[in-house]
């Protein structure tokens, strides 16, 4: 990636998350830099993905509690939270037109992003309930 502005560990951010299936939090991020065997400041960690997100290369997520998740999945997609194990998982499904249509008229607001959470028990979670029965 050759984008100005983009330093060394910028770059080794992003590259995690690029990585991450899993909606990476920073101290996951620095975690993983650690056992890469970088070290890398906090403040660098989350200045770079403040940086990151501004220049809308990876999106930060506020789900669930305080920490921000981040995503390198930058097209219009929601987010799915087990609330067994805290799993998140990805949402391509579109919204209904109509349904963002009756919005925008009972509201006046011209929609111009969404940010739909859902939550349920991820199948592993249903699985192993279902073994300890």
């Known amino acids: 990636m050759t984008r100005k502005g983009l330093t060394a560990p910028r770059k ?4 995690i998350v690029m990585a991450s299936e899993d909606h990476p939090t920073a101290a996951d991020i620095i975690d993983r830099l650690k056992t890469n065997g970088s070290s890398v400041a ?7 993905l403040r940086y990151l997100t501004d220049e809308g290369l990876i999106h930060e997520l506020k789900l669930e509690g305080n920490a921000s998740r981040y995503d390198a999945r930058v097209e219009d997609h929601q987010h799915i ?14 919204s209904p037109k109509e ?18 959470l ?3 028990v991820c199948a592993e979670c249903r699985a192993s309930n279902k073994k300890m029965k």
């Open 99 to 116: 349904w963002l249509d009756r919005i925008a008229a009972e509201t006046g607001y011209e929609i111009t992003e969404e940010q739909l």
């Open 118 to 120: 859902f939550k349920g």
């Open 81 to 94: 939270v087990c609330v067994s194990c805290g799993k998140v998982d990805e949402v391509m499904t579109a």
């Open 12 to 15: 080794m951010i992003y590259e």
């Open 42 to 48: 906090y403040a660098t960690v989350y200045n770079s």
